[in-house]
């Protein structure tokens, strides 16, 4: 769709929320409202995608406690414009029978919904882009979920880029108030209209509870991740005032109340990406470092959406191919080492808190990501692809993109990675990033009572001290299931085939 398309006149539109699940500053919602008389809002709990998951899944029932949220504003505001019996569409099953059955039965001439740049998500909607053109209704989409998309910042050539640096500055330079501006929903809010009392296949209406979709409650309520619109401005908010302008300093730390925690909810758009930038561009502007590194974060993922956009064989593939020829260790001793460090048993304090933590809230601090990925692939030389898959099940805030985009410059495949030969010491990063071993201690209860330097390595303690702590190395906690210095020769001659001809 283009930046500014000329309203149409349509009688009946429907907006299909995906990766958006909000009211306020919404693309496809500003659109459709723009374009149409009366507007209806729907979400499909796609069976798709969700009959893969695990029954006790956090983000199901973070969306689904979303849409609750979204359910209640979009009554309220259609209230505020005289309009009564106003609410969300909700349904269960596949996406690709459902909406388009959906738009048939409320006789709607377009459909309104935002990108998705995911393959799976581009075959879906070509899919139902056809079921929809063969009915009659047209499909329109808009970019929403990034401030740059698709073919928007490319090289003097015309290429995409391939290197984070060049693009980040090629980003910045064209950025203006224009890409940021947000869209005044509610100011056109009167074309919602009222649910019909009763579809023709005699469904109704209303956001399904977790057990009618087949799944079970999660400890979702009592992780400090507040749901919906509301929820994410609650927690920008609070960063603003509290921690953006030290940023920079803190947000390493795992310890250190430092990031924004907004991940999930611009993975599932209860917040604007263009709001989020609009903050910490202008804060850049009035001299915050802080806020100039956020903004920076920001910009990684708009450049690993454009990559996975550009070069989808990022998704089961090295982007580098000749990282493909790289042999991983497979076999018994390799599942058994897998199955460590899943589980936060490879004795090393600092990764085996990282993957408790994911574990046990659907969370894990950014720092540790890269450290826990890079000893997968270089200390365990284990496939990034199991320790891809793994965090697309229990993270939270799991984008295909960015997932992808982490996992391969932690192995050194993607583009723009981190040179093979430098490996990541999980002792010094410990010892730099948790020095007090508070990280550790929170989720390596174990070790709690150990000095703090003998928390990083505790196979380093001093008899007296692991005595002290009723630690005894192998039955309370475990020793390192790999020496990383020997590890690390073995990773250099693991890698040296990228070097050797085809």
Same mark, same amino acid.
């Given at each position: 769709?283009?930046?500014?398309?000329?309203?149409?006149?349509?009688?009946?539109?429907?907006?299909?929320?995906?990766?958006?699940?909000?009211?306020?500053?919404?693309?496809?919602?500003?659109?459709?409202?723009?374009?149409?008389?009366?507007?209806?809002?729907?979400?499909?709990?796609?069976?798709?995608? +969700? /009959? @893969?998951?695990?029954?006790?899944?956090?983000? #199901? !029932?973070?969306?689904?406690?979303? &849409? =609750?949220? *979204?359910? %209640?504003?979009?009554?309220?505001?259609?209230?505020?414009?005289?309009?009564?019996?106003?609410?969300?569409?909700?349904?269960?099953?596949?996406?690709?029978?459902?909406?388009?059955?959906?738009?048939?039965?409320?006789?709607?001439?377009?459909?309104?919904?935002?990108?998705?740049?995911?393959?799976?998500?581009?075959?879906?909607?070509?899919?139902?882009?056809?079921?929809?053109?063969?009915?009659?209704?047209?499909?329109?989409?808009?970019?929403?979920?990034?401030?740059?998309?698709?073919?928007?910042?490319?090289?003097?050539?015309?290429?995409?880029?391939?290197?984070?640096?060049?693009?980040?500055?090629?980003?910045?330079?064209? +950025? /203006? @108030?224009?890409?940021?501006?947000?869209?005044? #929903? !509610?100011?056109?809010?009167?074309? &919602? =209209?009222? *649910?019909? %009392?009763?579809?023709?296949?005699?469904?109704?209406?209303?956001?399904?509870?977790?057990?009618?979709?087949?799944?079970?409650?999660?400890?979702?309520?009592?992780?400090?991740?507040?749901?919906?619109?509301?929820?994410?401005?609650?927690?920008?908010?609070?960063?603003?005032?509290?921690?953006?302008?030290?940023?920079?300093?803190?947000?390493?730390?795992?310890?250190?109340?430092?990031?924004?925690?907004?991940?999930?909810?611009?993975?599932?758009?209860?917040?604007?990406?263009?709001?989020?930038?609009?903050?910490?561009?202008?804060?850049?502007?009035?001299?915050?470092?802080?806020?100039?590194?956020?903004?920076?974060?920001?910009?990684?993922?708009?450049?690993?959406?454009?990559?996975?956009?550009?070069?989808?064989?990022?998704?089961?593939? =090295?982007?580098?191919?000749?990282?493909?020829?790289?042999?991983?260790?497979?076999?018994?001793?390799?599942?058994?080492?897998?199955?460590?460090?899943?589980?936060?048993?490879?004795?090393?304090?600092?990764?085996?808190?990282?993957?408790?933590?994911?574990?046990?809230?659907?969370?894990?601090?950014?720092?540790?990501?890269?450290?826990?990925?890079?000893?997968?692939?270089?200390?365990?030389?284990?496939?990034?692809?199991?320790?891809?898959?793994?965090?697309?099940?229990?993270?939270?805030?799991?984008?295909?993109?960015?997932?992808?985009?982490?996992?391969?410059?932690?192995?050194?495949?993607?583009?723009?990675?981190?040179?093979?030969?430098?490996?990541?010491?999980?002792?010094?990063?410990?010892?730099?990033?948790?020095?007090?071993?508070?990280?550790?201690?929170?989720?390596?209860?174990?070790?709690?009572?150990?000095?703090?330097?003998?928390?990083?390595?505790?196979?380093?303690?001093?008899?007296?001290?692991?005595?002290?702590?009723?630690?005894?190395?192998?039955?309370?906690?475990?020793?390192?299931?790999?020496?990383?210095?020997?590890?690390?020769?073995?990773?250099?001659?693991?890698?040296?085939?990228?070097?050797?001809?085809?």
């Amino acid at each position: 769709m283009n930046r500014h398309p000329a309203p149409e006149s349509l009688d009946r539109a429907l907006v299909w929320l995906r990766r958006d699940l909000r009211l306020d500053d919404h693309a496809a919602l500003y659109h459709a409202l723009r374009s149409a008389r009366h507007v209806w809002c729907a979400f499909v709990f796609d069976r798709a995608i +969700l /009959d @893969a998951l695990p029954r006790a899944d956090r983000r #199901v !029932a973070f969306i689904r406690d979303s &849409l =609750a949220g *979204l359910d %209640a504003e979009l009554r309220a505001l259609a209230l505020s414009h005289g309009i009564e019996g106003a609410g969300l569409i909700v349904r269960h099953g596949q996406a690709t029978h459902e909406l388009p059955a959906l738009a048939r039965q409320l006789g709607v001439q377009a459909v309104f919904a935002n990108h998705d740049d995911e393959p799976f998500a581009r075959a879906r909607d070509t899919q139902v882009r056809g079921a929809l053109a063969d009915a009659g209704i047209a499909l329109h989409t808009s970019k929403d979920h990034v401030v740059f998309e698709r073919d928007e910042v490319m090289t003097a050539g015309g290429t995409p880029y391939g290197v984070f640096t060049p693009y980040k500055n090629a980003w910045l330079k064209k +950025l /203006d @108030a224009f890409y940021l501006k947000a869209y005044p #929903v !509610a100011r056109h809010a009167g074309a &919602l =209209a009222p *649910l019909p %009392a009763r579809m023709p296949d005699g469904t109704t209406h209303g956001v399904p509870t977790l057990a009618s979709l087949g799944f079970e409650p999660t400890n979702l309520h009592t992780l400090r991740l507040p749901s919906g619109s509301a929820g994410g401005q609650e927690l920008l908010g609070e960063f603003l005032l509290e921690r953006i302008d030290r940023y920079a300093e803190s947000r390493d730390f795992p310890a250190v109340k430092g990031p924004s925690y907004l991940s999930t909810h611009l993975r599932f758009g209860t917040v604007s990406i263009r709001q989020l930038a609009r903050e910490a561009w202008q804060r850049m502007q009035a001299g915050s470092r802080g806020a100039e590194v956020w903004l920076s974060e920001l910009i990684w993922r708009d450049f690993y959406h454009q990559v996975l956009y550009h070069h989808p064989h990022v998704v089961g593939h =090295a982007f580098r191919p000749e990282y493909d020829r790289i042999h991983w260790e497979k076999g018994k001793h390799a599942d058994a080492l897998f199955q460590a460090w899943c589980e936060g048993r490879t004795g090393y304090p600092l990764v085996d808190a990282a993957m408790r933590q994911i574990n046990q809230t659907g969370y894990m601090h950014n720092r540790l990501r890269m450290v826990v990925a890079s000893f997968l692939t270089k200390d365990l030389g284990l496939d990034w692809r199991r320790g891809e898959a793994y965090f697309a099940t229990h993270l939270n805030d799991f984008d295909l993109a960015a997932n992808n985009g982490g996992w391969q410059w932690a192995a050194s495949t993607g583009c723009d990675a981190q040179p093979y030969f430098r490996i990541f010491n999980p002792v010094s990063q410990s010892r730099k990033f948790d020095p007090g071993a508070k990280f550790i201690r929170r989720y390596v209860p174990e070790l709690a009572a150990l000095p703090d330097d003998a928390v990083h390595a505790p196979w380093e303690a001093r008899p007296v001290d692991l005595l002290a702590a009723g630690v005894t190395l192998g039955r309370e906690y475990p020793m390192p299931i790999v020496a990383h210095d020997e590890a690390r020769a073995r990773t250099l001659a693991r890698y040296a085939v990228v070097k050797a001809p085809a």
